[in-house]
């Protein structure tokens, strides 16, 4: 058996945190190593370096609500689940690693952070490859359609600083800086008809 | 400067035909409207002739010859100043008139066989990269090469709002385009386009990178701060 997962989790609702933590430790595979009732809280203390942070969704500002990783963590290998007492939708979701619902059971919660735990690693390992991931496809295309920075956010319901580090990323795989140049590789891979513009 | 480890033994004193080792130390000597035919004259000697600073021309002659060389305005004057600018427009003459052409017709027939879309995309990013560095250029002998002259008229001095720190300021970068096609023609192009008619094309951007990259210094590190000094 490999080392336990160490989760940190940022839930305002005791009853929910003390409730979690039963479930997602009864298997053995998880730690809950840190709770925190709210961001601030979170902040101010020695977080610890958690492989999986829970979060409700609510404790984050309405602007920083799409972009958790930002605010959460500097390091890019940790997994952040989302734990919904209502259902949010999919653009917010997909800034997450997973989601764990209200009515989930144990066997489920623990499918889910295993799931997650992938999820978050195979990210990374696209994050390292050369090649463009889907994110990035189409945010390049946005670009090469000649939408602005605040356009794609918008389209995305991403920040502008995400949309910005993923173009930043965009550019230094291909190489290719000027909008018209990242247009060329566009419609030269497909990603874009001629027609379009 | 501390580059000075890294300065390749010539001085005033080196004969001017030890420094012709390579065609963009070759250029210079064109630029600055120097005959070849040095005999065993020195640097001193060639540029005395030729009314030429020595000096300048040595810093010059160090930004093509030593990598990552920055030069300073040491030992320069005001003097100085025109026969910069006449270095500068005559690499832009030789860029507009003979290496941009030649360049546009190596992607010309780069493109050829390629397919419709692909031909027709690259060309109009050709075109509008020459259209950039056509309004670059345009500006430098219009706007600031015009101001610079004339700030040894004193009286027009004053009279002038413009300010060589607008120049920087509006020193657009003109290479940005030009890796990108670079990294097109090496990554994405079509394998219809022939691989000798890529070499051809990715040659020349490699000179014309190299002879921008050491014409900005010069206007950067040479000609901007030693206007700013007299300014």
Redesign the interface.
């Known amino acids: 058996m490999s080392a336990k997962h160490k989760v940190t989790i940022i839930e305002p609702s005791e009853i929910v945190s003390a409730g979690l933590k039963q479930l997602v430790e009864y298997r053995g595979n998880f730690h809950v190593a840190k709770i925190f009732k709210s961001l601030q809280d979170y902040s101010e203390n020695l977080n610890g370096n958690p492989d999986i942070i829970l979060i409700n969704p609510s404790v984050l500002n309405t602007g920083d609500i799409n972009d958790p990783r930002n605010i959460l963590t500097t390091k890019d290998n940790v997994t952040i689940v989302a734990i919904c007492y209502l259902a949010y939708n999919e653009e917010t979701m997909r800034n997450y690693d997973g989601s764990i619902g209200m009515f989930c059971t144990q066997e489920q919660i623990e499918k889910k952070l295993q799931s997650a735990l992938k999820t978050s690693s195979d990210k990374e390992q696209d994050d390292n490859s050369n090649e463009l991931s889907a994110r990035e496809c189409e945010i390049l295309t946005a670009v090469a359609k000649g939408k602005t920075n605040k356009e794609i956010a918008d389209e995305f319901n991403l920040s502008i600083h995400t949309v910005i580090s993923h173009r930043k990323n965009i550019s230094h795989k291909?190489?290719?800086?000027?909008i018209?140049?990242l247009?060329?590789?566009a419609?030269?891979?497909k990603l874009l008809d001629?027609e379009d513009f | 400067m501390d580059n000075k480890s890294n300065a390749p033994s010539f001085s005033a004193k080196t004969k001017m035909s030890e420094i012709i080792t390579s065609s963009s130390l070759l250029s210079i000597i064109e630029r600055l409207n120097i005959k070849l035919g040095f005999g065993e004259a020195s640097i001193n000697e060639i540029c005395h002739r030729n009314n030429l600073s020595t000096e300048l021309f040595l810093k010059i002659c160090k930004v093509y010859a030593v990598e990552s060389f920055v030069p300073d305005i040491e030992n320069l004057t005001r003097e100085d100043i025109p026969e910069i600018i006449g270095y500068l427009q005559r690499t832009h003459k030789y860029w507009t008139e003979s290496f941009f052409p030649n360049l546009h017709s190596n992607i010309h027939t780069m493109l050829e066989s390629c397919d419709g879309?692909?031909k027709r995309?690259?060309n109009k990013?050709y075109d509008?990269y020459d259209e950039e560095i056509k309004k670059h250029l345009d500006y430098e002998e219009n706007t600031v090469f015009p101001y610079i002259l004339s700030l040894s008229d004193s009286e027009q001095k004053n009279a002038n709002s413009y300010r060589i720190k607008d120049f920087e300021e509006n020193h657009s970068n003109i290479e940005?385009?030009l890796?990108?096609?670079?990294?097109?023609v090496i990554?994405?192009?079509?394998e219809s386009a022939s691989q000798q008619s890529r070499i051809n094309v990715l040659n020349e951007i490699f000179k014309i990178e190299d002879d921008l990259n050491k014409h900005s210094i010069i206007e950067n590190k040479i000609l901007i701060p030693l206007v700013s000094k007299f300014e």
Request: glycine fraction near 6%.
């Open positions: 291909l190489g290719i800086n000027s018209a140049g247009t060329i590789y419609v030269m891979n001629v | 879309t692909s995309m690259l990013f509008d940005e385009k890796q990108d096609l670079k990294n097109i990554k994405y192009l079509p």
